[in-house]
């Protein structure tokens, strides 16, 4: 079993930011991908940004370039994302999101979801 657990939404008003977090545990053999999703009202789930299993490769939604920046503590199976400069359109449920070897199956696992509001 494994599981996702987020931190750290809530409400900022334009221009602020926040830190979200997420950790992984359970009986993961391998990480390969970790990143963030989000979805907003009325829009279907998209990626914000992802890091492979050794943070050397990122990738990111062109909307948020230079005002996010996600990171990992391999250490800890823990992925963040650094959210500076928000925008009311970043206003939206934040979805950690794992792909990872587990016993000998890869698989994908999705965090139970963090609202994120950023008020005008």
């Known amino acids: 079993q494994v599981q996702l657990v987020e931190s750290g939404g809530g409400l900022v008003q334009s221009g602020g930011s926040l830190r979200l977090s997420c950790a992984a545990s359970?009986?993961?053999?391998?990480?390969?991908?970790m990143g963030w999703y989000r979805q907003g009202p009325g829009n279907e789930r998209e990626l914000v940004a992802a890091?492979?299993?050794?943070?050397?490769?990122?990738v990111y939604m062109d909307s948020v370039k230079g005002r996010f920046t996600i990171s990992r503590d391999n250490t800890e199976n823990t992925v963040y994302l650094q959210m500076n400069s928000l925008k009311p359109e970043d206003t939206a449920v934040y979805y950690c999101?794992?792909?990872?070897?587990?016993?000998?199956?890869?698989?994908?696992?999705w965090g139970q979801g963090t609202q994120v509001t950023v008020s005008s």
């Open positions: 359970g009986k993961i053999a391998s990480i390969q991908v």
């Open positions: 999101n794992l792909v990872a070897i587990v016993s000998t199956t890869l698989s994908t696992y």
């Open positions: 890091l492979n299993s050794g943070g050397s490769s990122t």
